[in-house]
Structures are given as C-alpha cells and as structure tokens.
C-alpha cells in the first residue's frame, strides 16, 4: 500500500514558536505521555493541565508513576485535527517528569483543575517541566479554497 501526501498552492507547513506552542498545550486537555519501558518506549493518554508552563496529569500505581519516580525523561504530545481538510497541529514537549510532593501537590490541585476521564484512584501528581517544546502545523496559510473553513488556532 504507497502512502502519498497531497499538497496544493494553498496548502502549508509551518514550524511553531515557543509562545504557541504553550499556548496551544494550555488550551488543550487530553494528551500522551511517552515513557520508556526498558529499551521499548509506550504511549499512554492522560488528562493533564499546565500551570507555570510545567505539564500536570494525575495517575496511579504503574508505568507512568515508576518513570516520574526514576525522575525519566519523557514526551509529551498533543494535537488537533480536521480529517476532512486535511490540517491540524502537533506539540511535543521533552523533560523530566517527577511526582509532586505532599503537601504541594494538594495545594496544586486546588489551582490545577487536572480531573481523570479514567476510573479508579490517581492519588500520584506528576508534573513535566519541559525542556525542549516543539510544534508544526500543516493547513491553509492565509485563506482556505472557496466553500472550506478555516478550522484550528
């Protein structure tokens, strides 16, 4: 199966700066946090919120927990899409993750509002204070064709 990438004139790439970046990552609530389980790297989604320009989201027991514990480097993305368009963004942000100690990660939480869809406890605060960030955007540049909206930040 060829995978091709169509392109018209009024398409574009755009490389984004720091300053959006943050801002589309503020903006947004449901991302995917990238760990590394030995040699093997595995996503996860996670329902986060950013505050001070650090990366929170709430978890339990398990991998995500034992990477903030180890204080690992992790990836963070997150996106937005318009299939029938064809355009969209990513972010990624790179840094260590740690678990927030008692008792500031009670008083975040009151600041935070970093709420679960996932059932069950998420007693653990993690937080990302990114390193690196980076973002693209792939849409129109200034104005969509005849009859198509312009759809994203």
């Not at 989604?45 to 204080?71: M, Q, S, W």
């Not at 790179?94 to 600041?111: I, N, R, S």
């Not at 935070?112 to 990114?130: K, S, T």
């Not at 973002?135 to 064709?145: E, L, N």
């Amino acid at each position: 199966m060829a995978f091709s990438l169509h392109h018209d004139e009024h398409s574009s790439f755009d490389i984004l700066g720091e300053g959006e970046c943050l801002w589309l990552l503020e903006h947004s609530y449901l991302g995917r946090v990238g760990v590394a389980i030995g040699a093997l790297p595995a996503i996860f989604p996670v329902n986060y919120a950013v505050h001070g320009g650090c990366i929170y989201f709430r978890t339990d027991k398990g991998t995500k927990l034992a990477a903030a514990l180890r204080e690992a480097a992790v990836a963070f993305q997150v996106d937005g899409f318009d299939n029938r368009y064809h355009h969209g963004w990513s972010v990624q942000a790179v840094g260590l993750a740690e678990e927030v100690p008692e008792p500031e990660a009670t008083e975040l939480l009151d600041v935070v509002a970093v709420e679960p869809w996932a059932p069950g406890p998420h007693g653990h605060l993690i937080r990302i204070r990114p390193e690196f960030l980076s973002g693209r955007r792939i849409g129109f540049p200034h104005s969509p064709p005849a009859g198509q909206p312009k759809v994203g930040p």
